[in-house]
């Protein structure tokens, strides 16, 4: 933490000061001995006292600390802090093959991977941009990266086995999603990994464009491909007594050309942690914030806490 005006830090000074003579004068306060003649009223007196002899200092401590509260809002404190690189683009590209439906993962693995994507989504840090694509035998482009993480958890949420569609078109599906988050002038672009595509699938293409194509097209944009593999590269039996594998070859390949990483996920859980590794890979910078706001509100609440005390009990404070 740094402060945009240091100099006034000098100003705690007054905090001792200010100790000092409050206890001076109380001791002082003490000395002023006042007769009774009435050692009833006296007892009594004392009695009251020793009631609120537990919070006789709360007054003392909350203006000390409003006073040590000021002159740190005064010295204008700034805080850093991380923050996602500008402009920084996440686009889900997500198998809606018929493959998807297998019960290896409970209940199956759309719902699986849809609850994981959604929690990823929630996760992202504010100002980051994320958009969805669908895939089987055709891709589906239905949020375009934007910071409205709603959208896209709106069309997770409505991920079914009923959508599921036969073919898996994992080369279309990364050249549409390579367009679709490089679509703006690349001269802008000072960042190289602003832009990653998170390919989720669990088969092997049969359909459309070579995936190492579609991969080295995203190279050229300057694109990450993070992959994630579903399921066992041994396979597994779906509807109609067909063996559908995972072609851990291709989307390692696929991930290594861009710079990006293959991970394998066996269950939910496995899935979840492989989407907080993604997440922690988004690269961040250092952003200098004021925060001269948060000692100001804690002064306010101090305050009014003060006032009902003078209302109260320490009407003398």
């Known amino acids: 933490m740094t402060f ?24 002082k306060k003490k000395k002023d001995i006042i007769p009774f003649g009435n050692l009833e009223v006296l ?7 020793r009631k609120i002899d537990l919070f006789k200092y709360l007054p003392f401590i909350l203006k000390t600390s409003i006073l040590c509260l000021l002159i740190f809002a005064i010295s204008r ?50 100002g980051i941009q994320i958009g969805i694509a669908l895939f089987s035998g055709n891709v589906r482009v239905l949020v375009n990266p934007t910071t409205d993480k709603l959208k896209t958890i709106n069309v997770l949420n409505k991920l079914n086995r009923k959508l599921l569609e036969p073919g898996t078109a994992i080369g279309d599906a990364i050249l549409a999603g ?10 802008k672009r000072k960042n190289k990994n602003d832009r990653v595509l998170v390919l989720i699938t669990d088969g092997e293409a049969n359909i459309g464009s070579d995936p190492l194509f579609a991969a080295a097209h995203a190279k050229v944009n300057r694109i990450i491909i993070d992959s994630v593999g579903i ?8 509807r109609g007594g067909i063996l559908t594998r995972l072609d851990e070859y291709t989307l390692k390949e696929v991930a290594s050309l861009t710079g990006g990483e293959y991970f394998n996920a066996q269950n939910l859980n496995e899935m979840k942690s492989i989407y907080k590794q993604i997440r922690k890979s988004i ?35």
């Open 178 to 187: 390579t367009e679709s988050i490089s679509f703006e002038d690349e001269s």
């Open 43 to 49: 007892v009594e007196a004392i009695e009251k006292i």
């Open 77 to 126: 404190p700034v805080c850093t802090t991380y923050v996602p690189l500008r402009d920084t683009k996440i686009m889900l590209l997500m198998d809606i093959s018929i493959s998807m439906e297998a019960g290896d993962m409970h209940p199956d693995r759309i719902t699986a991977a849809k609850e994981a994507a959604k929690q990823f989504v929630r996760d992202l840090p504010n």
């Open 4 to 27: 945009l005006w240091p100099q006034f830090l000098t100003l705690y000074i007054l905090v001792p000061l200010y100790i000092f003579l409050y206890f001076y004068f109380e001791k």
């Open 231 to 238: 399921g066992s590269p041994l396979g597994t039996i779906i």
């Open 283 to 317: 690269r961040l910078v250092q952003q200098e914030s004021e925060i001269t706001y948060i000692p100001l509100a804690i002064i306010f609440v101090l305050l009014f806490f003060y006032q009902l005390l003078r209302w109260t009990k320490f009407r003398f404070a």
